[in-house]
């Protein structure tokens, strides 16, 4: 690992070399295939997970089985800060939704680079702090809006090139739904030539009037 490889997460990126360096002694790379379970809910946490490379689906599960996706993780993204931090149980599940590389930094490694470099602690509260903003949202979009209004933000979130590449599965959990009602509503949506449903994917057809509907 590299001095280099680190700048490119942004939550490295502004810090100095002796604090990278110090970073690239102690983080250590592994890697995931499709559908493997990194860590559980509630379950005790060792390690920050960075992602290099591939998408980490962070979810919870009700007791009826039902899952609430709470974040898609992407790369230069992290996870499983907060048991770090507080030294209580991991928060959600994260599970590998394709090949992924992350680098992996121990609980006490952390801690020490933090105690050692306090620029590091202070770009961790930052980014810390947008996560807790992004929660924030979730849990006002699940309270506040209809399913239809959801699935019209996240398709906006999720299409910066005009295509979301998710399954009407993937959309319903992360809009807090079932797969039914979510097909539903993305049928509608096509019927009035806002989106166009192909296999796996979702393409936006209209924008602006998509961005009218995420508010209703």
Do not use: W
């Amino acid at each position: 690992m590299t001095i280099e490889d680190l700048r490119a997460i942004p939550l490295f990126a502004t810090l100095d070399e002796a604090t990278l360096a110090d970073t690239a002694r102690r983080v250590q790379i592994c890697h995931y295939r499709p559908g493997q379970h990194i860590i559980y809910e509630d379950q005790p946490a060792h390690a920050i997970f960075f992602v290099v490379r591939g998408r980490v689906r962070l979810s919870r599960t009700a007791p009826d089985g039902r899952e609430q996706v709470l974040a898609m993780v992407g790369p230069g993204e992290y996870f499983n800060a907060v048991p770090i931090f507080d030294a209580g149980l991991s928060p959600a599940t994260a599970r590998a939704m394709s090949q992924v590389t992350c680098l992996l930094l121990a609980r006490e490694d952390l801690l020490a680079l933090i105690r050692k470099h306090p620029d590091l602690a202070l770009a961790a509260l930052s980014d810390l702090a947008g996560q807790l903003r992004e929660l924030v949202t979730l849990v006002e979009d699940l309270a506040f809006r209809s399913v239809r209004a959801r699935l019209a933000r996240l398709l906006l979130a999720e299409a910066a090139e005009g295509t979301a590449e998710v399954t009407q599965q993937e959309l319903a959990e992360r809009t807090g739904t079932v797969r039914e009602i979510a097909g539903r509503a993305l049928r509608r949506m096509a019927e009035e030539r806002l989106v166009k449903l192909e296999r796996g994917r979702v393409v936006v057809l209209d924008r602006v009037r998509l961005a009218k509907v995420a508010e209703e």
